[in-house]
């Protein structure tokens, strides 16, 4: 029997221990954690797992470029501070 929760644990877990996967890499690792007599069955969680993966790495890519951003902030203020 397949077990859904499981496979959103292990998901998880390997998301977060492969931060730089691909979508190609998720989509494999799907694969191997879903029997294919199961496959059709719960196509719906692997799509689900995977646009939450997708969303996941959009927001950290979010975050770099926020943090990149304040960091330019704080370099133009500290330097337009000394300037006066």
Request: with cysteine.
């Amino acid at each position: 029997m397949f077990d859904k929760n499981d496979f959103k644990e292990k998901f998880r877990c390997w998301s977060e221990m492969n931060v730089d996967a691909t979508l190609d890499e998720a989509k494999s690792f799907c694969d191997i954690l879903i029997p294919f007599e199961y496959k059709e069955s719960y196509s719906w969680l692997e799509e689900q797992s995977l646009a939450w993966f997708i969303w996941k790495k959009d927001m950290k890519e979010k975050q770099l470029v926020n943090l990149a951003n304040s960091e330019h902030e704080i370099e133009s203020f500290e330097t337009d501070r000394n300037i006066m």
